[in-house]
């Protein structure tokens, strides 16, 4: 049986606060051909998720600690939905297959369990959206923070100068 209890959810914590990323995940399953990926993501409001999908599986979402807000985009980049998960809101949601998301956290010290298919599939070059910035640029963090924001259903992220 594997526990995980406050001391291992304040180390994942910390470690995530060390990274240039400023997230981390920890595995749950054994290795990445368990036909289910289960881990907890420690991820910090300055970290940046580029809108992304993953044909073919689902992603079930679980808030541990903190806020954090999710949003799915229709293939232009135009909000769809808009999920804040925390306190007085929902915990777990479940993002179907092949749909474009991205997930912003609003609190130092965020944790979300993760549970799709396995086997592990990185992210496809061409799923990740074209219209969003890549990670490492200045636009990544103008979009971070844009999705911290709250945007609304039908509204789209335009980069600076576009």
Same mark, same amino acid.
């Given at each position: 049986?594997? +526990? ?8 994942? +914590? ?10 981390? @995940?920890? @595995?749950?399953? $054994?290795?990445? $051909? ?6 907890? @993501?420690?991820?910090? *409001? ?50 179907? $297959? ?16 993760? +549970?799709?298919?396995? *086997?592990?599939? *990185? ?40």
């Amino acid at each position: 049986m594997r +526990v995980i209890d406050g001391e291992t959810l304040a180390t994942l +914590v910390a470690e995530a606060k060390q990274r240039p990323r400023r997230r981390l @995940n920890l @595995n749950l399953h $054994a290795d990445h $051909a368990e036909p289910v990926q289960r881990m907890l @993501n420690a991820i910090e *409001p300055d970290s940046y998720i580029r809108p992304h999908r993953h044909p073919g599986q689902f992603e079930l979402f679980v808030l541990v600690e903190g806020a954090c807000i999710l949003v799915t985009f229709g293939d232009d980049g135009r909000v769809e939905q808009r999920v804040d998960m925390g306190p007085g809101g929902p915990w777990l949601l479940e993002i179907p $297959a092949g749909t474009w998301h991205a997930l912003a956290t609003l609190d130092s010290g965020s944790v979300v369990l993760e +549970v799709k298919p396995g *086997p592990f599939l *990185p992210t496809a070059p061409e799923d990740f959206a074209a219209w969003a910035p890549s990670e490492g640029t200045p636009e990544a963090a103008l979009l971070r923070d844009w999705l911290a924001a709250r945007p609304e259903p039908g509204t789209r992220w335009i980069a600076p100068g576009v």
